[in-house]
Nanobody, 123 residues
Framework: QVQLVESGGGLVQHGGSLRLSCAAS????????MGWYRQTPGTQRELVAR?????????ADSVKGRFTISRDNPGNMSQVYLQMNNLKTEDTAVYYC???????????????WGQGTQVTVSS
């Protein structure tokens, strides 16, 4: 079994900052990517940021220059963070941690998701 647990969401004013954390645990053989998606009511989940095991990162255009995804150290992909600065009202959403990984005893990758954490940016 694999679990992703998010923390750090909350209410913040326009222009403020928040840091989200995500911890992966369980029977994990290898983590390929860790990332964050977000979703608002009536819309599809969209990629916010992603980090690969080799250290490369992807960002949505809307968050480039404001959000930073990071990990504890190059050898540890099981703990990642999303530093969100200069937050805007349009960043309000439920943020989900996700990981593409190989479960112990398997040879295939699979996507896992956390429960989500609410981020609300007030004007």
């Amino acid at each position: 079994q694999v679990q992703l647990v998010e923390s750090g969401g909350g209410l913040v004013q326009h222009g403020g900052s928040l840091r989200l954390s995500c911890a992966a645990s369980g029977s994990i053989a290898s983590i390929i990517t860790m990332g964050w998606y977000r979703q608002t009511p009536g819309t599809q989940r969209e990629l916010v940021a992603r980090i690969y095991s080799v250290g490369l990162t992807d960002y949505a255009d809307s968050v480039k220059g404001r959000f930073t995804i990071s990990r504890d150290n190059p050898g540890n992909m099981s703990q990642v963070y999303l530093q969100m600065n200069n937050l805007k009202t349009e960043d309000t959403a439920v943020y989900y941690c996700t990981s593409n990984l190989i479960h112990s005893g398997s040879i295939r990758t699979r996507d896992y998701w956390g429960q989500g954490t609410q981020v609300t940016v007030s004007s």
